[in-house]
């Protein structure tokens, strides 16, 4: 039997959320201020290698890191199956974790915020809406992964 298809509903877009990569994410890096973000899953253990990495790389282009934010994702919130999903799809991050963002990005002035992780054309677009300023993942701007 046929069941009617349910208003509102738009079909599945799984997998289709490649990182965006365009040229008009550069960011003016001689002295601009931005804020280091990192989602990680519990089980990687060299998180903070990453962000030192990721710092060191925005600071070889000319940018200030003025603050350092982690979001990790643990065993005690879905299991082992989950650690390495996003918390949110459209956001990356948890909801509070973002309002942690936007209020260190506020606090110190930061011009935009960078991602160690590579971020889908909805979650930047998601994010700049959210903070206030451009959201953009770091492969993104130096130009590889």
Known sequence: MH?????GRRP????T????RHASYQLPFEGADVVLVGF???KQKDYETVMAEGAARLAADGARV????????GV??????????????????RQGK????????????ADAVVFTNPLTEHQRLALTAL??????GLADLLGSG
Not at 66 to 73: F, K, Y
């Open 40 to 42: 990680f899953s519990g």
């Open 98 to 109: 973002v309002r942690e963002v936007a209020h260190a990005a506020d606090r110190t002035d």
């Open 76 to 93: 005690s919130d879905g299991g082992a199956r989950k650690m390495s999903l996003p918390f949110s799809s459209r956001t990356l991050l």
């Open 17 to 20: 959320a490649e990182p965006a």
């Open 12 to 15: 599945s877009r799984r997998g």
């Open 66 to 73: 003025v603050a350092r934010i982690v979001q990790r994702r």
């Open 3 to 7: 069941q009617p298809r349910r208003r």
């Open 131 to 136: 903070l206030g300023r451009p959201a953009v």
